[in-house]
């Protein structure tokens, strides 16, 4: 790993606590901390990428590793940090950095990515976190014109990768966003895809797959969250509520 200056600006655009709005670790606090760009430019029926400002219009870096030393201290309540973007393994130094110190200060550290850079891509043997949570990218959310279609769509879907991260985790979960059957389809499909890829490895290793209403606001969750609470009972997945949306809203820093 490279020595990074700890003085030095990084493409980290958020850094602030917060409560984790999905998946396993939902309602624990964390230190969140965002890393600027995305090699992926979700659209949604109703929605956006939720952080447009970290893919669609990535912001310039506001903080440096001090910065992140410095809220771990003054937090000493919080056991748990969050790295997320945009894309942190588009970061390879930088994740490493993060990692390191998480570990340096005893945090639990949880990563979110979207699946589409292989594990070994971007962390060695040696270098890990404890909770990876991959959301994959489904027809969906391709943009339907523009100059990023065309890549997005090509992209999104990475069965290696997402496998690779999943086998050399400690912990992980499939996390995706639904809007519709046709999501939930093409979900089931990909799904089959990863087990069967995974159990060639280790046919014991579990594959633990989330389902998340799609929308930016309470409204638009409402809207779809009985629907597909039901489907999850259906299918034996586990439901995830946005709950940082729910709380918060649309408000950044929270």
């Known amino acids: 790993m490279l020595k990074m200056d700890y003085s030095e600006i990084q493409p980290i655009i958020d850094l602030h606590t917060c409560i984790q709005g999905e998946g396993m670790k939902v309602g624990v ?3 969140l901390i965002r890393t600027s760009g995305c090699n ?20 310039k870096g506001k903080y440096s590793l001090n910065d992140v030393v410095d809220i771990i201290i003054m937090n000493p309540q919080i056991k748990c940090m969050l790295i997320t973007g945009g894309e942190p393994t588009l970061h390879p130094e930088l994740l490493k950095s993060l990692i390191a110190i998480g570990r340096a200060h ?33 027809k969906s959310s391709v943009p339907s014109s523009g100059e990023f279609a065309e890549k997005h769509a090509k ?31 093409e979900v089931e499909r990909q799904v089959r895809k990863i087990k069967k890829e995974v159990s060639k490895l280790d046919p014991f290793w579990p594959v633990i797959v989330y389902l998340m209403p799609e ?9 779809k969250r009985k629907w597909l609470a039901q489907r999850c009972i259906d299918l034996g997945y586990f439901y995830s509520d946005r709950l940082h949306i729910i709380i918060f809203g649309d408000k950044r820093d929270a």
């Open 29 to 31: 606090p964390h230190i």
């Open 40 to 59: 992926l430019r979700c659209t949604f029926k109703g929605s956006i990428c939720d952080t447009a400002y970290s893919s669609w219009n990535p912001e």
């Open 106 to 138: 005893g945090l639990s550290i949880s990563m979110e990515t979207n699946g589409t850079i292989a594990r070994g891509d971007v962390l060695d043997e040696d270098t890990y976190v404890d909770v990876v949570s991959i959301s994959p990218k489904l």
């Open 155 to 185: 992209t999104r879907e990475n069965i290696p990768a997402i496998v690779s991260w999943i086998m050399e985790s400690k912990f992980s979960q499939l996390k995706y966003v639904v809007s519709s059957e046709d999501d939930i389809k």
């Open 215 to 223: 929308g930016d606001t309470e409204e638009k969750l409402a809207e």
